[in-house]
């Protein structure tokens, strides 16, 4: 059975720092794209980022290009997410998600950052 | 970037009925759409995707049309399990976006 567990989530005051991991298994990790999609509370869907299955491409939302890095560590079946200069608009669940076709058929349970001002 | 915009935003349906929720995009975006449903507290479920292409195991009350620049998600038949939100998004460039939600409520 496909598995997602985001980890690394919790509270960081506004310019810090955090690194989510997402944990995969039941599926061959490094043949898919995995993105990051995170949910302020009770707002909708946001896209954050995606990286490529050999991690050798990267994309990001406007909003967090320059202060988030996605990364992948395929020995490990682990997705990143390294967030640098946190705001308070970057309080959010933030969920991993694994790509096929470049949908997202498959999620975590999340995980809550908030970025007290 | 690529906005989409759903509509309704709210709608109230009963077990039963037949529902329609649209989502347009700014610029075409071919067959490149996807639709989720979340319920309260839960990760989002991939429904639809390639606009009208059934995700395994999603019931076939459930379909999706649309091309370019606008979708239809239909409901043939609202179960119970059906109130949640839904959401589109488009795949075909970066960055990718999603609507802003259809909330289907009794």
């Known amino acids: 059975e496909e598995q997602l567990l985001e980890s690394g989530g919790g509270l960081v005051q506004s310019g810090g720092s955090l690194r989510l991991s997402c944990a995969a298994s039941g599926f061959t990790f490094s043949s898919y794209a995995m993105s990051w999609v995170r949910q302020a509370p009770g707002k909708g869907l946001e896209w954050v980022s995606v990286i490529s299955g050999n991690g050798a491409t990267a994309y990001y939302s406007d909003l967090v290009k320059g202060r988030f890095t996605i990364s992948r560590d395929n020995s490990k079946n682990t997705l990143y997410l390294q967030m640098s200069s946190l705001r308070a608009e970057d309080t959010a669940v933030y969920y991993c998600?694994?790509?096929?076709?470049?949908?997202?058929?498959?999620w975590g349970q999340g995980t809550l950052v908030t970025v007290s001002s | 970037d690529i906005q989409l915009t759903q509509s309704p935003s709210f709608l109230s349906a009963s077990v039963g009925d037949r529902v329609t929720i649209t989502c347009r995009a700014s610029?075409?975006?071919?067959?490149?759409l996807a639709w989720y449903q979340q319920k309260p507290g839960k990760a989002p479920k991939l429904l639809i995707y390639s606009a009208s292409t059934l995700q395994s195991g999603v019931p076939s009350r459930f379909s999706g049309s649309g091309s370019g620049t606008e979708f239809t998600l239909t409901i043939s038949s609202l179960q119970p399990e059906d109130f949640a939100t839904y959401y589109c998004q488009q795949v075909i460039g970066y960055p990718r976006s999603f609507g802003q939600g259809t909330r289907l409520e009794i």
């Open positions: 610029q075409g975006i071919s067959s490149s």
């Open positions: 998600a694994k790509d096929s076709m470049a949908f997202s058929e498959s």
